[in-house]
T-cell receptor
Framework: GAVVSQHPSWVICKSGTSVKIECRSLDFQATTMFWYRQFPKQSLMLMATSNEGSKATYEQGVEKDKFLINHASLTLSTLTVTSAHPEDSSFYIC???????????????FGPGTRLTVL | SQQGEEDPQALSIQEGENATMNCSYKTSINNLQWYRQNSGRGLVHLILIRSNEREKHSGRLRVTLDTSKKSSSLLITASRAADTASYFCATDRAAGNKLTFGGGTRVLVKP
C-alpha cells in the first residue's frame, strides 16, 4: 500500500511557541490530505481537509488562524500549531489520498501520527 | 461531530476467544471501514465494506453491514495477544471522501 510519513513523530514545546508538523506521501501524489486530532482514549476528529494548491477547509470549531495548513505540493502538507498551549497537546494524524476516480472509492492512507506535548 | 458510535467501549477476553464489536451510524454512507490502532501509533486499515455488501471476510476478520439498521459489526475469531488494540469504524459519507470515525472499542486479549 501507499506510504505516508509524518515528522516529527513527537515534539515537546513551551507554551506560546509554534510547532510545524509535516505530512508526506512517499510513493504517490496526494491530491487531498486530511488532518486529524486525537486526544487520549478518544477517537479521531477531523480538523481540516486540504487540496493541493488551494486553501484548506476547516471543520466547525477548528480555528484556522491557530492551525495553519499548507499543501504546497502533491507530496507535502504541513500543519503549524501557532502559539501552542497545553490544551493543544494531542496526537495529530494526517492522511492522504490520490486523484479520485469516478465510481471508485478513494482510499485514505494514514501517517503514523505526531505526539505534541505543550508544557 | 462523530457519526459512528461503537460498543462496547472496552472489551477484555482470553486468547483464543472471539471478539465482537459493533458500530452504528446516522446518515447514508458509501462505505464503512474498520481500522486498528495500537497504543500511540497510527491507523492500520483492516477492511472496507461497501454499502451494497452485507458481509465480508479477511483472514480472522468478519465484518457485517446492515444499512437498514445503520450498523456494522466486526468479529475477530480466535483472538491473539497481538490483537490487543483499539478498533475504530469509519464511514465515508455519500457526498464525499471525508471519514467520520466512531468512538472506538479498546480490546485487551489476555494470554
Amino acid at each position: 500500500g501507499a506510504v505516508v510519513s509524518q515528522h516529527p513523530s513527537w515534539v515537546i514545546c513551551k507554551s506560546g511557541t509554534s510547532v510545524k508538523i509535516e505530512c508526506r506521501s512517499l510513493d504517490f501524489q496526494a491530491t487531498t490530505m486530511f488532518w486529524y486530532r486525537q486526544f487520549p482514549k478518544q477517537s479521531l476528529m477531523l480538523m481540516a481537509t486540504s487540496n493541493e494548491g488551494s486553501k484548506a477547509t476547516y471543520e466547525q470549531g477548528v480555528e484556522k488562524d491557530k492551525f495553519l495548513i499548507n499543501h504546497a505540493s502533491l507530496t507535502l502538507s504541513t500543519l503549524t500549531v501557532t502559539s501552542a498551549h497545553p490544551e493543544d497537546s494531542s496526537f495529530y494524524i494526517c492522511s492522504a489520498s490520490g486523484q479520485a476516480v469516478a465510481g471508485s472509492y478513494n482510499e485514505q492512507f494514514f501517517g503514523p501520527g505526531t505526539r505534541l506535548t505543550v508544557l | 461531530s462523530q457519526q459512528g458510535e461503537e460498543d462496547p467501549q472496552a472489551l477484555s477476553i482470553q486468547e483464543g476467544e472471539n471478539a465482537t464489536m459493533n458500530c452504528s451510524y446516522k446518515t447514508s454512507i458509501n462505505n464503512l471501514q474498520w481500522y486498528r490502532q495500537n497504543s500511540g501509533r497510527g491507523l492500520v486499515h483492516l477492511i472496507l465494506i461497501r454499502s451494497n455488501e452485507r458481509e465480508k471476510h479477511s483472514g480472522r476478520l468478519r465484518v457485517t453491514l446492515d444499512t437498514s439498521k445503520k450498523s456494522s459489526s466486526l468479529l475477530i475469531t480466535a483472538s491473539r495477544a497481538a490483537d490487543t488494540a483499539s478498533y475504530f469504524c469509519a464511514t465515508d459519507r455519500a457526498a464525499g471522501n471525508k471519514l467520520t470515525f466512531g468512538g472506538g472499542t479498546r480490546v485487551l486479549v489476555k494470554p
